[in-house]
């Protein structure tokens, strides 16, 4: 394992919490926590983990709303050993149930508004707001120091096949990704990063982590501010914010809020999940006060590669058009191959390969979808290994990527990453249908999935989104159903989803806000 330059996070929040008790680490609705309050909480709880048999590699389950618990929940899962399995408290149960079996995970630290969902799937549960007391009593010191090799965190993301995937990555990796936030870009004492990414999307972690080792302070978003354009800018300005990351499709609804005038403390602006235009980026400095004092970065990643693998700096001087993704990260390198596995030359495009210290471990339990995905690096120290992302590029002559598109049916909504696959397996549990077609479609506020059912006269059975529902999360939903009762094919025979009928967009239902980032 490649050294990660500074150390981990969980000691990096030690050091921290020893140099500036008493400096403010996290704030939430009910008020802040200090460094040595974040510190000793996080011990105790840590202990009380350990003496429910948590240790190194054991995967355990955090559901929680955003809030000061939430933080000190992470803390204690990785300084007792373990990695934690983010669960989401507005998911179906028997979605979160088969995650919970699918990650091996039979601890869950959960409160009582979110607790039930635990009960039904059998697991045994550390409810905080009823249960932190008991933690009082085990000691205020650190358990065993945790080592880069292992891992920090199992995130699971659609399949193919119907069942969702456990992607684990490792401290070495969350550390570098973290770590280089805090080095490009200067964080300090004096920096507030408004976490409001909710912890099922990995970016969360950087949120949470980047000022906390740097001497900044988590300002922790009310739950539901993802979904509130207004409450965020109003955030930004009360809480004095300086680093704030968002998905283009919020940026688009934040852009139109008025008060931007009073958000001159920004100083950062970082977009991922989504491919970033110029435009846009011009639409929003606009809006500020003094809009030569922001830097906005745009960055790529998949799941399998601790959050981000490359990042470009915005040029003001680029006037229309998508912003590229850039150059990889510190601990980082990309190959650009064709589909004879040769690189590719300056303004080719390519397939976009990830090797470095982010490269995550595999998914988890799943040998053969690791080995089709994860391939030995021949340009790295013995171990390596590449990250096929399935992202199509072109590198530029400047050396800059440029994000052209997927090589599959992989479709993102809202930054979230749907393979139709899953939503195609849980509609053909629905008794009247004869088969199922999923393809993403562009609509006004992004991208939605439309879903073509067949049925014997060709209708769509009534009430087959809350069908859906009970067993997919809000994000994989379909905005349009349409039906029919056959669906053209190939020459050879296979569905060609390009000659599938255009969803009418005058009839589609309003789409839910943006819940990711």
């Not at 149930?97 to 697991?123: E, F, N």
């Not at 008991?134 to 010191?141: E, L």
């Not at 949120?207 to 001497?215: D, N, Q, R, T, Y």
Request: glycine share 12%.
């Amino acid at each position: 394992m490649t050294p990660t330059p500074g150390g981990l996070i969980p000691a990096l929040v030690a050091r921290q919490a020893a140099a500036t008790p008493a400096a403010v680490a996290v704030l939430d609705e009910a008020g802040p926590l200090t460094y040595a309050e974040l510190d000793l909480r996080a011990n105790r709880l840590a202990h009380l983990l350990r003496a429910h048999g948590v240790r190194a590699e054991s995967t355990v389950g955090v559901c929680l709303h955003r809030g000061v618990n939430l933080v000190v929940a992470l803390l204690a899962v990785w300084r007792a050993g373990g990695a934690y399995l983010p669960l989401d408290p507005t998911h179906p149960g028997r979605r979160t149930a088969s995650v919970l079996r699918s990650a091996g995970a039979d601890l869950v630290l959960t409160q009582t508004i979110t607790d039930s969902p635990m009960a039904a799937a059998g697991v045994r549960t550390v409810v905080l707001d009823r249960d932190l007391t008991a933690a009082d009593g085990f000691p205020g010191g650190a358990p065993p120091a945790v080592t880069g090799d292992q891992a920090a965190y199992v995130l699971f993301t659609s399949g193919s096949t119907g069942t969702p995937k456990g992607v684990v990555v490792h401290h070495a990796g969350i550390a570098n990704r973290v770590g280089w936030t805090v080095r490009a870009h200067g964080l300090g004492p004096g920096d507030r990063v408004l976490q409001k990414t909710e912890l099922t999307f990995d970016a969360a972690c950087w949120e949470i982590f980047a000022p906390l080792v740097s001497g900044g302070t988590a300002v922790l978003a009310p739950t539901g501010a993802e979904r509130d354009p207004a409450l965020i800018t109003r955030l930004l300005a009360e809480q004095g914010i300086t680093v704030l990351q968002v998905l283009p499709s919020l940026l688009r609804t934040l852009v139109d809020e008025p008060g931007w005038a009073h958000c001159g403390s920004l100083r950062l602006l970082f977009s991922a999940g989504e491919q970033l235009h110029a435009e846009l980026v011009h639409r929003f400095l606009a809006q500020l006060p003094d809009p030569g004092a922001v830097q906005v970065w745009n960055t790529y990643g998949p799941t399998e590669c601790a959050i981000d693998v490359t990042a470009h700096r915005f040029d003001p001087a680029q006037p229309s058009g998508p912003v590229p993704i850039g150059r990889p990260i510190d601990g980082l390198r990309v190959l650009v191959l064709d589909e004879r596995g040769e690189p590719v030359p300056p303004g080719g495009r390519g397939e976009l390969f990830a090797g470095g210290v982010g490269v995550g471990r595999g998914y988890l339990g799943r040998p053969e979808l690791t080995a089709e995905w994860f391939a030995p690096d021949p340009g790295g120290p013995p171990g390596a290994r590449l990250y096929r992302t399935g992202d199509l590029v072109r590198r530029r002559d400047d050396g800059a990527l440029e994000y052209l598109g997927r090589r599959d049916d992989q479709v993102k909504v809202d930054g979230v990453r749907i393979e139709p696959g899953e939503v195609e397996a849980a509609l053909a549990a629905h008794p009247a249908l004869r088969g199922a077609v999923v393809v993403g479609f562009p609509t006004a506020s992004g991208t939605g999935l439309a879903a073509y059912v067949r049925t014997a006269d060709g209708s769509v059975p009534p009430g087959l989104r809350e069908f859906l529902a009970l067993r997919l999360p809000a994000t994989h939903l379909p905005v349009a159903y349409l039906g029919v009762t056959s669906f053209p094919t190939t020459a050879s025979g296979k569905v060609d989803r390009a000659a599938l009928p255009a969803p009418d967009q005058a009839l589609l239902p309003p789409r839910e806000p943006v819940r990711a980032g």
